[in-house]
């Protein structure tokens, strides 16, 4: 718990500095910038020895993707009887399945299961959030984004060229020998800047302005995201008798908050921009409160 107080610190830090314009205006971007760059490869780097793949691992690896099958069906039956718009539906497809389940996740399941619950974060990461990313992302670009056909293969070549999947290529190959001391300790001392980096960054970007026209639709993609999907997913993994840390990390990484990286993508592709920034930034506000919530609940 002790973990969790750190990163509230964090970002009141960084919505003090925003409030006295502490930091130039592009801090929060420098700041995600160098996480993703460095922090984040490092953690990737340093854990993916540790991953056993087994059925542990497949479990893990097959919760977002079910969870997609899940959130693309409610997000469309309310699109249908509320009547949204098009852009509003995209950024609601395109945001509800993708989770924060990196920048955010792995701060959070250091906090509440320790470094050892990383391994299976990196697999729901990497098998689900990205890859989902790629493949869906690119397809709801085409079918709901201004000139979406364009970014396929844009989107495809980022995913492929993001840095922490780089990392778990590299970490995958180098499994058979075993990281010197000295590069294991530069390792873990540069994977521990990612949570100050990024709860700052979040404190400097969070945003409390929201249009009251999307209350519904946002509030309708949260309820999905934060509550239903974790829970859907831990009563799921109790029917089938799974229990255990990958279970209670892949529930957790369920109940992240919106991918900040979606969000982006939904705007520039000429998306409800309010609707995907206020997914994000509120998502990620209440998520501090869901996130222990379901913490007590697998406890």
């Known amino acids: ?11 009141g830090l960084g919505l003090l500095f925003r409030r006295l314009k ?9 700041l995600n910038m160098f996480a993703l760059y460095v922090s984040l490869p490092a953690l990737v780097l ?20 079910g969870l997609l099958i899940l959130s693309a069906a409610f997000v469309l039956a309310a699109a249908a009887k509320f009547h949204w718009s098009r852009a509003q539906t995209g950024v609601l497809l395109l945001l509800v399945p993708l989770g924060n389940t990196s920048f955010m996740g792995v701060p959070m399941v250091n906090a509440f299961f320790g470094q050892q619950g990383i391994p299976y974060l990196i697999v729901y990461d990497q098998i689900g959030t990205m890859l989902i990313f790629a493949l869906y992302g690119s397809l709801i670009l085409a079918l709901y984004g201004r000139d979406g056909t ?22 995958l190959a180098l499994r058979p020998w075993p990281y010197p001391d000295a590069l294991q300790a ?5 994977s521990q800047s990612l949570t100050p ?17 999307l209350l519904r639709p946002l509030g309708y993609g949260l309820l999905i995201k934060l509550l239903i999907a974790p829970l859907v997913t831990l009563g799921v993994c109790r029917l089938l008798g799974a229990s255990g840390l990958h279970v209670d990390v892949a529930v957790f990484e369920a109940g992240m908050p919106p991918m900040v990286t979606a ?35 697998l406890s």
């Open 186 to 190: 530069a390792l873990q001392g540069v």
């Open 150 to 171: 364009l970014r396929i293969g844009s989107i495809a070549r980022r995913t492929l060229t993001f840095p922490p999947t780089l990392a778990v290529m590299a970490g």
């Open 197 to 213: 980096l990024v709860m700052t960054a979040i404190g400097l970007q969070l945003n409390w302005r929201l249009p009251r026209h």
């Open 46 to 65: 340093l854990k993916i020895p540790q991953l056993q793949i087994g059925r542990e691992a497949l479990l893990v690896a097959a919760v977002p993707w």
């Open 263 to 297: 969000g982006a993508v939904a705007v520039i592709a000429g998306m409800e921009s309010d609707l995907a920034i206020a997914l994000i930034g509120i998502g990620i506000v209440v998520s501090f409160a869901s996130l222990p919530l379901l913490f007590a609940i």
């Open 22 to 30: 502490a930091f130039p205006k592009d801090s929060a971007q420098v």
């Open 1 to 11: 718990m002790s973990n969790f107080v750190l990163i509230v610190v964090f970002v």
